[in-house]
């Protein structure tokens, strides 16, 4: 059974910093695109950043220069290192592990709050 947990969402105030972690159990994790994604109240739920297996990352346009994905391999972890938030980033962020390719699978994480204040 696999299973994403996250952790180390909270209240912070606008300048700030969190790291967000993602553990997987399972067999998933080494062979998985790994990604962050948030959703705000009254929004869709969007990409933040993902990193491939082989490392390639990928961010969106608002998180770029603030925002740092990693993954390690051995603790089937993922990291999210969020700098200099703003009042826009507040939402619930989201764990995914997915593989497009045979055979496809997609999970997700039950969601940790982030909440920055101004």
Do not use: C, D, H, W
């Given at each position: 059974q696999v299973r994403l947990v996250e952790s180390g969402g909270g209240l912070v105030q606008a300048g700030?910093?969190?790291?967000l972690s993602c553990a997987t159990s399972g067999s998933?994790?080494?062979g998985?695109?790994?990604g962050w994604y948030r959703q705000a109240p009254g929004k869709?739920?969007?990409l933040v950043a993902d990193i491939t297996s082989g490392g390639s990352r990928r961010y969106a346009d608002s998180v770029k220069g603030r925002f740092t994905i990693s993954r390690d391999n051995a603790e089937?972890?993922?990291y999210l290192q969020m700098n200099s938030?703003?009042?826009e980033d507040t939402a619930v962020y989201y764990c995914?592990?997915?593989q497009l390719r045979f055979p496809?699978?997609?999970y997700w994480g039950q969601g940790t709050q982030v909440t920055v204040s101004s």
């Open positions: 700030g910093t969190l790291r998933i994790f080494s998985s695109t790994m869709q739920r969007e089937n972890t993922v938030l703003k009042p995914n592990a997915q496809r699978y997609e």
